[in-house]
């Protein structure tokens, strides 16, 4: 039986997940005038400024390499994205913007801007900030837990 706080972030969580995929059918929303998804609007997200391998991609995001493989060969054949050599190393190619990919981005920011704007409409920035800090205490503790899992199955694999 749960105790009270684990039943809270249950309650928590659920609503979170409910809240993920709304968040992505409006993005889809918002970037399809755009030639873009959500997705790749995450992946956008991370290399506009400067541009990263897909596993430093993925590890940003959370998402599995393969999984951004395709989104960056999608945004490369697109035209929103290329793929150039990386001088730290020789087969992880760098997926950086196109001028077409940075001002596309930038224009889903200028909406995106918007619907923040009347979506925080009857929000208090303190707590906007509060349940952002419980996030981020959240995702730190979910990687902590991540991290000790693989570091147990890596146990397990050695002693079997």
Do not use: C
Not at 41 to 48: A, D, F, S
Not at 114 to 127: F, P, T
Not at 140 to 159: D, I, K, Y
């Amino acid at each position: 039986m749960p105790t009270p706080r684990g039943e809270a972030l249950s309650g928590l969580v659920w609503e979170i997940l409910l809240t993920a995929g709304r968040l992505t059918e409006f993005g889809n929303r918002l970037t399809a005038p755009f030639g873009l998804t959500a997705a790749r609007w995450q992946v956008m997200g991370v290399i506009v400024h400067r541009a990263a391998t897909i596993a430093e991609i993925g590890r940003r995001l959370s998402q599995s390499r393969q999984g951004v493989q395709r989104l960056g060969d999608e945004l490369a054949r697109e035209g929103f994205a290329l793929y150039s050599s990386n001088p730290k190393h020789a087969r992880a190619k760098l997926l950086g913007p196109t001028p077409q990919g940075a001002a596309a981005y930038r224009e889903v920011m200028k909406l995106q801007a918007e619907w923040m704007d009347a979506l925080s409409a009857k929000m208090q920035v303190e707590n906007i900030a509060a349940a952002r800090a419980l996030l981020a205490t959240l995702a730190s503790g979910l990687e902590e837990g991540r991290t000790q899992n693989a570091a147990q199955g890596r146990e397990r694999a050695s002693s079997g």
